[in-house]
């Protein structure tokens, strides 16, 4: 059955107002795994479970009476039915972060749920303190790639352009600040991190990230993740 669950917010004892806690949907159509993400995130103070449905159809309103800051997908639809959902999702809620979570590893498709607008991924063994620490990576606009699925990921865009298995090359002429950068995103470092460990402005890094996307003709940072991993021979 689905579920509603009410957005809590108040004041300490001290009369001093608390953040609210980030609202969550989870979209499962199966009942018990919808229960289980429910149960996962249980008693977790930042944040709350806003809906939890069957199915995408039941979120299409949702922006209207207060969009979630994060969606969590779970992918034991099967591949092709779960991009068509992260699709559906990114189309109803642009501004939430889509979480794919439930994948089993090796997970053929996660290039596509990429390009469907998913955000990060999460394993079926992650635990609910990892699972709470990717919606709040999410909710500030930052991506997650677990280092497990990288092999999943990189495998298909190589089977899907040959070419990208050479894209660090010489071929590809990166300049040296933004080699420097691919390697940092590899090991999996915010833009916010990167703009401190290289102390440069944030804007800076985001405008070679983007540079970096546009001359390796990859579609999102998790991709720039995967591609430096494997070309440093390392999940």
Request: aromatic letters at 4%.
């Amino acid at each position: 059955m689905d579920a509603d669950w009410e957005v809590a917010a108040g004041r300490n004892d001290q009369g001093d107002r608390v953040v609210p806690p980030l609202p969550v949907a989870i979209v499962a159509a199966d009942e018990h795994r919808r229960d289980a993400l429910c149960a996962l995130l249980a008693g977790h103070p930042s944040v709350v479970i806003q809906r939890a449905v069957s199915e995408v159809a039941a979120l299409r309103d949702d922006v209207a009476t207060g969009a979630p800051s994060a969606l969590l997908l779970d992918a034991g639809a099967g591949s092709d039915d779960t991009t068509f959902n992260c699709a559906q999702l990114r189309r109803f809620i642009p501004t939430a972060g889509i979480i794919i979570v439930g994948i089993v590893a090796p997970y053929d498709g996660l290039a596509d749920l990429v390009s469907a607008g998913a955000t990060a991924f999460l394993t079926r063994e992650a635990t609910a303190s990892a699972t709470v620490a990717t919606i709040h990576r999410v909710a500030s606009g930052e991506y997650f790639l677990p280092a497990e699925l990288t092999s999943s990921l990189f495998t298909q865009l190589v089977r899907e352009r040959a070419a990208l298995s050479a894209a660090l090359e010489e071929s590809v002429v990166l300049t040296s600040r933004e080699r420097e950068i691919t390697a940092l995103l590899g090991e999996g470092l915010s833009n916010k991190e990167i703009a401190a460990r290289l102390r440069i402005a944030i804007h800076t890094v985001k405008s070679h990230v983007h540079n970096i996307l546009e001359k390796l003709s990859l579609r999102s940072r998790l991709e720039v993740v995967a591609l430096a991993r494997a070309a440093r021979g390392r999940p």
